[in-house]
């Protein structure tokens, strides 16, 4: 996993190698191991080119450059030099963030077609099947990727992004410029593309709780390349070219497959996918919060460990697990934690978040996350990326995606019953709701508060759950939440209609493709990302292998939600892999953090200064009635849901500070 930067010029103005090299920099943190770049200038009717390791190797065609790609390195794969990006080969350079797992097997494709390979890395592999299949090599790979492609033959950069995006591209056109980087604070290392906040953008921030929505950012004028899109550039007339080239699409039925073979298969894939991600030639280990889906990588890490250590001799001589703890036995999941790196052989790591550190820790955040983050559950995420880096390891995986994969959100056992309920199926509407309602885990799944963002306005407004943020935005309250980019207006309008446009897709499989593609896993994808990559760690997720997500997506609601269990399908695939006290849990907490705990009481002697401060926000947020809230009785007494609000106004404030956004 590595950091990628590229400008192109248009119209006769020419690159400047001092702007790149200091945009690659901006990044230097995903890259400590080396940099390089590739310059390109026009000569007889096409492009001549030149890799360097410094800018200051370019030499006479300074003046000339039409096109400028850096890289910082992050070495994963052959750690010899032969490994260094940009890589180029029969006039067709990249630079490449990721990793691809089925590298072994393309190569070997490629070498029947007579390619010929001098590094191990999968970065050689991708480009020479470029070289091989063109645009369609996308067809062929299978992994987490973020790549530019310079093809000199005909004037082209092909950009990619990965199926889920998993991994992170930006770009902006300023004035005769197309830029691109793996992180928005090296897009804004370029001259007049100033930090400018997207005040929509903004606004949907902090009454939602989200700022990823396919290509829209929080800054004006950067977007994001989304998931499964690519994109052209031609260097010659300046024109970008977007297409989707993948798309999540859950399947009809399938008659004729039984729920055991439809289990037994599931297996199969989380062993297989597990194993692929388990590739490295640095130290790996594993992210553990002791629920189902972190404890799923790691049970099937300790079983591939057991019974076939040549796959997984990146764990070297220790299995090295990661677990965020609380002192407060209401968030604490240590317990479930330990038996599950117990039962997996690993050596387990407890890692302490504390308010004072957060604090401490909090503008540092800002300023690598790129934009603002919604709740302190990324500062737990934080801290285990820091302690995973201090043990050593290098690449963690980690259990990103379950829910969303496999339904384990309270929003989808709603979507089951409206789809029992709608189909007329009252029995089985009767019986999975008493399940639901027997099984014990009232809090979570009756909380409606909790799942505030996908509730009426009205609604919304009569249980509280706003009830800091309506009194303090500068903005349309009933506008804002009745906007169509709103999770509420789209989950109701799908369990109104009774599922999407794809023939036999459910209420559910809908919700799930939402979520993955355009709602809660985009944001969670961006923190994964930022937090592993601050401390120079490969984060990977296998459960969100593409192949798994459409396995998943297509399986029934049934064997999602199945006599009140959520995620049933993964519990009896994991059975007598996974021990029973995690794989029989029934108690959700996410990945809880104390928010109200430390904003109401242990930091609010730095919140209160904090916010007696001239304070960036003041143009979205009445700091005077903000004040007044966080000092009354009110305060004291609010809901977490509230809270949650306040956070998100820090939040704010922060990212604006580490911007310099006025």
């Given at each position: 996993m590595c950091g990628i930067v590229g400008i192109l010029a248009f119209n006769g103005t020419p690159v400047d190698p001092i702007v790149l090299d200091r945009m690659n920099n901006r990044q230097a943190h995903r890259g400590p191991d080396g940099a390089g770049y590739l310059f390109a200038w026009p000569e007889d009717g096409g492009f001549a080119d030149v890799l360097v390791r410094d800018v200051a190797q370019l030499g006479e065609h300074r003046d000339d450059v039409r096109v400028g790609l850096g890289h910082r390195r992050l070495a994963i794969l052959d750690l010899s030099?032969?490994?260094?990006?940009?890589?180029?080969?029969?006039?067709?350079?990249?630079?490449?963030?990721?990793?691809?797992?089925?590298?072994?097997?393309?190569?070997?494709?490629?070498?029947?077609?007579?390619?010929?390979?001098?590094?191990?890395?999968?970065?050689?592999?991708?480009?020479?099947?470029?070289?091989?299949?063109?645009?369609?090599?996308?067809?062929?790979?299978?992994?987490?990727?973020?790549f530019a492609i310079w093809d000199r033959r005909i004037g082209r950069l092909f950009c990619a992004r990965d199926r889920l995006g998993i991994k992170p591209l930006y770009y902006a056109t300023p004035t005769g410029h197309f830029v691109f980087a793996s992180e928005i604070k090296a897009l804004l290392a370029f001259p007049g593309l100033e930090p400018v906040a997207d005040d929509?953008?903004?606004?949907?921030?902090?009454?939602?709780?989200?700022?990823?929505?396919?290509?829209?950012?929080?800054?004006?004028?950067?977007?994001a390349l989304p998931a499964a899109h690519a994109l052209d550039v031609d260097v010659g007339s300046g024109r970008v070219s977007l297409r989707r080239y993948w798309e999540l699409a859950p399947p009809g039925s399938r008659n004729g497959t039984t729920d055991d073979a439809r289990l037994e298969r599931l297996g199969e894939l989380l062993l297989d996918t597990t194993r692929s991600h388990l590739i490295s030639d640095v130290r790996?280990?594993?992210?553990?919060?002791?629920?189902?889906?972190?404890?799923?990588?790691?049970?099937?890490?300790?079983?591939?460990?057991?019974?076939?250590?040549?796959?997984?001799?990146?764990?070297?001589?220790?299995?090295?697990?990661?677990?965020?703890?609380w002192k407060y036995p209401e968030l604490d999941e240590r317990t479930y934690a330990g038996a599950v790196a117990r039962s997996a052989g690993a050596e387990s790591h407890l890692v302490f978040p504390s308010a004072e550190d957060f604090w401490e820790t909090f503008p540092k955040m800002a300023w690598h996350q790129d934009m603002p983050f919604a709740s302190l559950s990324y500062y737990a995420q934080w801290s285990v990326m820091r302690t995973a880096r201090d043990a050593g390891v290098k690449v963690l995986l980690d259990g990103q995606g379950g829910d969303e994969v496999f339904g384990g959100y309270a929003k989808f056992r709603y979507a089951y019953l409206a789809s029992l309920l709608r189909s007329g199926r009252l029995v089985s509407f009767a019986r999975e709701a008493g399940a639901m309602l027997g099984q014990g885990d009232l809090y979570y799944v009756l909380n409606l508060r909790r799942g505030y963002r996908y509730l009426p306005p009205r609604l919304r407004r009569l249980l509280g759950a706003d009830a800091l943020l309506e009194g303090?935005?500068?903005?349309?309250?009933?506008?804002?939440?009745?906007?169509?980019?709103?999770?509420?207006?789209?989950?109701?309008?799908?369990?109104?209609?009774?599922?999407?446009?794809?023939?036999?897709?459910?209420?559910?499989?809908?919700?799930?493709?939402?979520d993955i593609m355009m709602d809660t896993l985009p944001l969670l994808l961006r923190m994964e990302d930022r937090s592993s990559m601050a401390f120079s760690l490969e984060a990977r997720?296998?459960?969100?292998?593409?192949?798994?997500?459409?396995?998943?997506?297509?399986?029934?609601?049934?064997?999602?939600?199945?006599?009140?269990?959520?995620?049933?399908?993964?519990?009896?695939?994991?059975?007598g892999v996974l021990p029973d006290v995690?794989?029989?849990?029934?108690?959700?907490?996410?990945?809880?953090?104390?928010?109200?705990?430390?904003?109401?009481?242990?930091?609010?002697?730095?919140?209160?200064?904090?916010?007696?401060?001239?304070?960036?926000?003041?143009?979205?947020?009445?700091?005077?009635?903000?004040?007044?809230?966080?000092?009354?009785?009110?305060?004291?007494?609010?809901?977490?849901?509230?809270?949650?609000?306040?956070?998100?106004?820090?939040?704010?404030?922060?990212?604006?500070?580490?911007?310099?956004?006025?």
């Open positions: 030099e032969r490994g260094i990006q940009p890589m180029r080969a029969d006039g067709v350079s990249i630079v490449f963030n990721g990793e691809i797992y089925n590298h072994r097997e393309v190569r070997t494709e490629l070498e029947r077609a007579g390619c010929s390979f001098t590094t191990r890395t999968d970065t050689e592999v991708l480009l020479y099947a470029y070289r091989q299949w063109g645009q369609d090599c996308l067809e062929h790979i299978q992994g987490m990727f973020a929509d953008a903004v606004v949907d921030f902090l009454v939602h709780g989200n700022c990823d929505y396919g290509e829209r950012t929080v800054f004006r004028g950067v977007k790996a280990g594993s992210c553990l919060s002791g629920g189902i889906d972190s404890s799923t990588v790691v049970s099937l890490i300790g079983k591939i460990w057991r019974e076939q250590p040549d796959q997984a001799t990146a764990l070297g001589d220790r299995f090295l697990t990661f677990t965020s703890c303090v935005l500068r903005a349309d309250w009933d506008r804002a939440l009745a906007g169509e980019s709103t999770p509420a207006t789209r989950w109701w309008r799908y369990a109104r209609a009774g599922g999407s446009g794809h023939t036999g897709t459910s209420v559910m499989q809908r919700i799930q493709v939402d997720v296998p459960l969100l292998d593409h192949k798994l997500v459409e396995y998943g997506i297509s399986l029934p609601d049934h064997l999602k939600v199945h006599h009140g269990w959520s995620k049933f399908a993964i519990r009896e695939a994991m059975r995690v794989r029989q849990r029934t108690s959700k907490l996410g990945f809880a953090a104390p928010d109200r705990r430390w904003l109401a009481h242990d930091l609010r002697p730095q919140v209160t200064t904090l916010i007696e401060d001239s304070l960036r926000c003041e143009r979205y947020v009445d700091v005077a009635a903000l004040r007044r809230w966080y000092a009354s009785p009110q305060a004291a007494g609010a809901s977490e849901e509230a809270y949650l609000g306040l956070f998100r106004i820090l939040a704010l404030e922060m990212w604006m500070r580490a911007f310099d956004l006025r």
